[in-house]
């Protein structure tokens, strides 16, 4: 018995790529965080915001907030800045956000489950529409609005649910088998948090996300941090 989750990405049905520019990894994830503000700043009602402002809530220089944006064709007005309402759909387009992205995750362990009840998918233009599971004492059992499904009906699942995004929360064991059958369904975009490096296809975009590796990034960076702060409080420094 085992516990999935599952999010793919896709073109929907009947609607072509749009033709976009090929990103820098780096700006794709800044534009995530000045997106983030922005949809602060409208539900404020703010108009206009300096490239200083969304460097500052962002945690980055401005010089790479105005090089990110520049790639988007949006240079702002000096004196006033950019609009928020303009540059809020600029990076949305450009992050595809513009699409209806259905999720569909595949299993419902405490990961699962997190990820299912998480509101802040919808308002991120992510729709959650499906949770699969392999253990029969959680099929069938209800996660927010979801009733999670079994994995062994994962393609008729996908299908039935237009989902076209999908993340893989799954032990090590069956992680490859299931995302062999995710790409064979049709869903070329995943997003693995299962501990081992997964293959697919060159025209699948697989990403990985290993929260043990993360932390052990930041541990290193929190020892050079405190090793600084000792060097710093010597007598004579």
């Not at 699969?132 to 008729?156: F, I, K, P, S």
Request: aromatic share 6%; glycine share 8%.
């Amino acid at each position: 018995m085992w516990s999935v989750v599952l999010i793919q990405a896709q073109i929907p049905e009947g609607q072509p790529p749009e033709p976009s520019r090929q990103l820098p990894p780096a700006t794709v994830a800044r534009l995530t965080l000045y997106l983030r503000t922005l949809n602060s700043l409208l539900a404020s009602g703010t108009d206009s915001v300096s490239s200083e402002a969304l460097a500052e809530s962002a945690g980055v220089g401005s010089a790479n907030v105005r090089k990110d944006l520049s790639y988007l064709g949006s240079y702002g007005t000096r004196g006033v800045g950019y609009d928020v309402a303009n540059l809020n759909r600029q990076i949305s387009q450009a992050l595809g956000l513009t699409h209806e992205w259905r999720v569909a995750i595949v299993g419902a362990g405490n990961l699962g489950r997190a990820l299912a009840r998480y509101a802040g998918f919808e308002s991120r233009g992510f729709d959650v529409v499906a949770l699969l599971d392999a253990d029969q004492m959680v099929v069938g059992n209800e996660v927010g609005w979801l009733r999670v499904n079994d994995v062994v009906n994962l393609e008729t699942v996908l299908k039935s649910t237009r989902a076209n995004m999908v993340v893989l929360a799954l032990p090590a064991a069956v992680a490859q088998s299931v995302c062999n059958r995710v790409v064979a369904a049709g869903v070329h975009s995943i997003l693995s948090f299962a501990p081992v490096a997964l293959s697919a296809p060159d025209f699948v975009n697989l990403r990985k996300v290993d929260m043990a590796t993360e932390l052990q990034i930041l541990a290193y960076h929190a020892k050079r941090s405190q090793h600084s702060s000792l060097e710093q409080d010597r007598p004579g420094t």
